[in-house]
């Protein structure tokens, strides 16, 4: 997980008011002086903005807190799921709700409706969202990897694919689209999700030019659900990314959670 310095005290007192005791926002216990170090937590240039409207940031945040553990779990290079977990949900995709290119694949039940919501208004454009991957059990994903590894080679393979337990695709919650190759980005179906998936829930785990991040390429297919309220706060205070917010959940969703005022 990436880290950063905590902010430094003046900027700290710049922001806030020496002495100043009121709650930032009514639904938390926060001071100016117990949010400080949750803000600590974000790097330049969103923990500025954070810390210059802070009880906008609190409201924005505040549905994220009562939201599934797993919707916003970190899952990348350094963070990994047990090799048993498997989602308690899962579902078969199946025609004509979803296109898929191949039978088995499943899906979170509990957020079915939100995929076939965004394929239904995607088709409604003349569209065709077809499936190409979604879970993957942790075997799935080791074998996948190492049939890459072996092709490409391990330092190649690892910068387009994930190792067992540290892929996405297993919490049952992400979705490849289309032909899964960069070109993908420059298709009808490939500029609609990168200008809609957002209002479905949907967000784009590995951005163009974020691979220092993201420890990925730029896959344009590769959308996780992380339901609307969270692609609203990933959009207005973490830069479109969802590393930076599921890295910022990870450190502090259970502080600013505990917050919550009773």
């Given at each position: 997980m990436l880290r950063f310095p905590l902010v430094p005290l003046l900027l700290v007192?710049?922001?806030?008011?020496?002495?100043?005791?009121?709650?930032?926002?009514?639904?938390?216990?926060f001071?100016?002086?117990?949010?400080?170090?949750?803000?600590?937590?974000?790097?330049?240039p969103y923990r500025t903005?954070?810390?210059?409207?802070?009880?906008?940031?609190?409201?924005?945040?505040?549905?994220?807190?009562?939201k599934p553990n797993d919707l916003l779990v970190l899952v990348?290079?350094?963070?990994?799921?047990?090799?048993e977990y498997e989602p308690d949900d899962l579902v078969t995709l199946k025609a004509p709700a979803v296109v898929v290119n191949k039978g088995g694949m499943k899906f979170r039940k509990a957020?079915?409706?939100?995929?076939?919501?965004?394929?239904?208004?995607?088709?409604?454009?003349g569209l065709t969202l077809q499936v190409s991957s979604a879970y993957r059990s942790w075997v799935y994903q080791k074998n996948t990897f190492q049939m890459y590894a072996n092709r490409?080679?391990?330092?190649?393979?690892?910068?387009?694919?994930?190792?067992?337990?540290?892929?996405?695709?297993?919490l049952g919650t992400v979705i490849d689209f289309g032909s899964v190759e960069p070109s993908f980005a420059d298709t009808k179906e490939?500029?609609?999700?990168?200008?809609?998936?957002?209002?479905?829930?949907?967000?784009?785990?590995?951005?163009k030019d974020q691979e220092a991040l993201t420890g990925y390429v730029f896959e344009p297919w590769h959308f996780r659900y992380i339901g609307v309220e969270a692609c609203a706060v990933q959009k207005k205070?973490?830069?479109?990314?969802?590393?930076?917010?599921?890295?910022?959940?990870?450190?502090?969703?259970?502080?600013?959670?505990?917050?919550?005022?009773?």
């Open positions: 007192a710049l922001a806030f008011p020496v002495g100043a005791q009121s709650l930032l926002h009514p639904a938390y216990t001071t100016a002086e117990t949010f400080a170090p949750v803000a600590a937590a974000l790097p330049e903005a954070v810390l210059a409207d802070p009880k906008a940031f609190l409201a924005d945040y505040k549905p994220l807190l009562s990348d290079k350094k963070n990994e799921l047990p090799g957020y079915l409706p939100a995929l076939i919501a965004m394929i239904s208004a995607a088709k409604k454009q490409d080679g391990l330092a190649t393979a690892e910068r387009y694919s994930a190792r067992p337990g540290r892929s996405q695709h297993q490939g500029q609609w999700l990168d200008a809609h998936a957002e209002q479905f829930g949907f967000s784009m785990s590995y951005p205070w973490f830069g479109d990314l969802q590393q930076l917010l599921t890295e910022f959940h990870a450190s502090q969703g259970a502080v600013l959670k505990a917050a919550l005022r009773k």
